[in-house]
Structure formats: structure tokens, C-alpha cells
């Protein structure tokens, strides 16, 4: 589903996808990090504390 949404977010003309992980949630770090994201950032949000993933997108190739 993750791939999914990232080619749909290509061809849509995104350039890049950005997630908040609460980081206690160690399943889904492990995914953003297998499937190429970095993590840019912290953000602490109603007394929670999350860390942001981007990942570049390379654009979709046109025939």
C-alpha cells in the first residue's frame, strides 16, 4: 500500500512524501525505513513526541 501511494503521489506531481510516526511505534519506523525514508524531523503534538520521514519521489516516466 505504502508504494501504492507513492507512485499515486508521483504521477499526481508530488515530489517528495512526508510521514509523522509516533516513535514508540517501532513496527512502522522499521517499514518507513526499509522502503527509503529518512527522518528530517521531531514534532511534538498534544504531549506526544513523533518523528517525520520524507522521501524524494522520482517522477513517473511519460510514454
Same mark, same amino acid.
Given at each position: 500500500?505504502?508504494?501504492?501511494?507513492? *507512485? $499515486? !503521489?508521483?504521477? #499526481?506531481?508530488?515530489?517528495?512524501? /512526508?510521514?509523522? %510516526?509516533?516513535?514508540?511505534? $517501532?513496527?512502522? =519506523?522499521?517499514?518507513? $525505513? /526499509?522502503?527509503?525514508? *529518512? *527522518?528530517? %524531523?521531531? !514534532? /511534538?503534538?498534544?504531549?506526544? /513526541?513523533?518523528?517525520?520521514?520524507?522521501? #524524494? #519521489?522520482?517522477?513517473? #516516466?511519460? =510514454?
Amino acid at each position: 500500500m505504502l508504494s501504492l501511494a507513492e *507512485r $499515486q !503521489a508521483a504521477t #499526481l506531481g508530488a515530489r517528495a512524501v /512526508h510521514l509523522l %510516526c509516533d516513535v514508540r511505534n $517501532q513496527s512502522a =519506523l522499521a517499514l518507513y $525505513q /526499509h522502503a527509503g525514508y *529518512r *527522518r528530517v %524531523c521531531d !514534532a /511534538h503534538l498534544y504531549g506526544d /513526541h513523533f518523528w517525520v520521514h520524507e522521501k #524524494l #519521489l522520482k517522477p513517473p #516516466l511519460r =510514454l
